[in-house]
């Protein structure tokens, strides 16, 4: 995995499993749950598991109510195009080149380097999405970057002679780094997680998926680790 990916946890609703509870336990309870005391943690996410998602019940709507938020950097244009595909119910607020191109000019002078600012992959061989084999050797790589830099050589000239940054930026790499924020409920998730994580998916993308699992582990525990043993990675769309 490339060094620069990065996902982080920004904001999380406190104990998810027990809202999940309490949602669920709405929906068959006569009085209202604001005044029912909701299991512990950890038992809330049993009980849900038990009654939610076990023997494939598929009722995945109080599933929808804790949210969390990640901070995500360094990752590829590519993937960000990706996670935007696909009604997967997230917010998504994504770096812009139209008002952050400052670090493609440092690549020009020097002050940053030609993989801190675009992505490429790593020496080795690959295939398509169809199974077609190819290898992408080392002098292949070092062309790309070079390349890369003289781009971004022209791209500062071109903000110094009074460009836009969204008319200089056309000539660009298509995979320059960045950074986004997403927001998803715990269903919202896993879905993406159906969607980016199975085995033909950009391999970038599962990079992503596999960042935040531990911490989706951690947020809901019991949920998770079921999601983990019966879904992840087996393409198993759409709860």
Request: with cysteine.
């Amino acid at each position: 995995m490339d060094p620069r990916f990065h996902v982080k946890p920004i904001s999380a609703t406190f104990e998810p499993q027990r809202l999940i509870w309490m949602a669920m336990h709405q929906d068959y309870y006569e009085g209202t749950v604001a005044d029912t005391e909701a299991p512990p943690e950890n038992e809330a996410g049993e009980l849900v598991v038990k009654h939610l998602l076990l023997g494939g019940r598929g009722h995945y709507g109080p599933l929808e109510h804790p949210a969390i938020s990640f901070a995500v950097a360094g990752f590829p244009h590519s993937v960000v195009q990706q996670a935007r595909t696909h009604r997967v119910g997230i917010s998504f607020d994504v770096q812009s080149m139209r008002y952050t191109g400052k670090r493609v000019a440092a690549v020009a002078t020097g002050k940053l380097g030609v993989e801190d600012v675009f992505y490429f992959r790593a020496v080795g061989n690959y295939a398509d999405r169809f199974g077609k084999k190819y290898a992408y050797s080392k002098q292949m790589r070092e062309t790309d970057l070079q390349v890369a830099k003289q781009m971004s050589t022209i791209y500062g000239y071109k903000l110094q002679e009074g460009f836009a940054e969204e008319h200089a930026r056309g000539m660009l790499p298509f995979d320059y780094r960045q950074n986004f924020v997403l927001t998803f409920n715990l269903r919202s998730a896993m879905h993406f997680l159906d969607l980016r994580s199975k085995l033909d998916a950009q391999s970038e993308i599962i990079d992503l998926c596999n960042l935040m699992v531990p911490v989706l582990q951690q947020w809901a525990p019991e949920v998770i680790n079921w999601y983990i043993e019966k879904r992840l990675g087996r393409a198993r769309l759409s709860p």
